[in-house]
């Protein structure tokens, strides 16, 4: 009798722990799902977003002057203009390294005509005398996918 009952017992748990089992793996799908739609959206709101490396800090820096002026002067292009620019994150204490800066550009071509001067300027001189380097701004998941795949 008490066989009887331990095998019903058992055979309860299982069914038990295979619902479990589903609702885990459902739940793990979700999970994936909303993560990708996370990257999707973060992907959008960057889009038109440049990171400019290595550009000394200033005492009072205007980003919105400073910035266009400086990629006139070094990629010699024209109108380029900013919805929003800052520096990145505090300043840390006793640091020498620069804060990047986040640009939002106003138009979407802007962006790829401040990417393509840059590979220009890299394939047809030195990129010494440029105080600064630029690249796109992706989100971190989309970064450390492509690493992956190199």
Same mark, same amino acid.
């Given at each position: 009798?008490?066989? %009887?009952?331990?095998?019903?017992?058992?055979?309860?748990?299982?069914? &038990?722990?295979?619902?479990?089992?589903?609702? %885990?793996?459902?739940?793990?799908?979700?999970?994936?799902?909303?993560?990708?739609?996370?990257?999707?959206?973060?992907? /959008?709101?960057?889009?038109?977003?440049?990171? =400019?490396?290595?550009? $000394?800090? &200033?005492?009072? $820096?205007?980003?919105?002057?400073?910035? !266009?002026?400086?990629?006139? &002067?070094?990629?010699?292009?024209?109108?380029?203009? @900013?919805?929003?620019?800052?520096?990145?994150? !505090?300043? @840390?204490?006793?640091?020498?390294?620069?804060?990047?800066?986040?640009?939002?550009?106003?138009? !979407?071509?802007?962006?790829? /005509? %401040?990417?393509?001067? =840059?590979?220009?300027?890299? $394939?047809?001189?030195?990129?010494?005398?440029? !105080? @600064? @380097? =630029?690249?796109?701004?992706?989100?971190?998941?989309?970064? $450390?996918?492509?690493?992956?795949?190199?």
């Amino acid at each position: 009798m008490e066989r %009887v009952q331990e095998d019903q017992e058992n055979s309860y748990l299982r069914k &038990e722990l295979q619902v479990l089992k589903s609702v %885990v793996i459902n739940l793990d799908g979700r999970v994936s799902q909303q993560e990708s739609e996370i990257t999707d959206l973060k992907g /959008r709101s960057m889009r038109d977003n440049i990171l =400019i490396h290595g550009l $000394e800090e &200033e005492e009072n $820096e205007d980003l919105s002057k400073r910035v !266009p002026m400086l990629i006139k &002067e070094h990629l010699q292009l024209d109108d380029i203009g @900013f919805i929003r620019i800052h520096r990145n994150g !505090p300043r @840390f204490q006793g640091s020498t390294r620069p804060r990047s800066i986040t640009g939002k550009l106003k138009n !979407p071509s802007d962006k790829d /005509r %401040v990417l393509n001067a =840059i590979r220009q300027k890299r $394939e047809t001189s030195r990129q010494s005398d440029m !105080p @600064f @380097f =630029i690249t796109p701004q992706t989100p971190l998941q989309v970064n $450390e996918t492509k690493k992956k795949l190199q």
